[in-house]
């Protein structure tokens, strides 16, 4: 396998992973209804948990790497 086809099965891969059904890893994160008292939040849940999917998919182990 070449570096160019297997960059080019990693980026099918990631758009795979990325979209799944029509519909982003985000939007899929957006759907968790969020608890939280509205006037305490700072960032919003699916980005928190986006981020913290990203991370564990990049190898973080726990909060401290994440």
Partial sequence: M???SHCDHML???QQLITMNGLS???H???VRDPRQQ????HKLAD???LTVTAVIGGAEGWEDI
């Fill in 39 to 42: 006037w305490k939040i700072e």
């Fill in 25 to 27: 890893l985000l939007d």
């Fill in 12 to 14: 099918s891969f990631e």
């Fill in 2 to 4: 070449t570096i160019r």
């Fill in 48 to 50: 928190i948990l986006f």
């Fill in 29 to 31: 994160l957006s759907i």
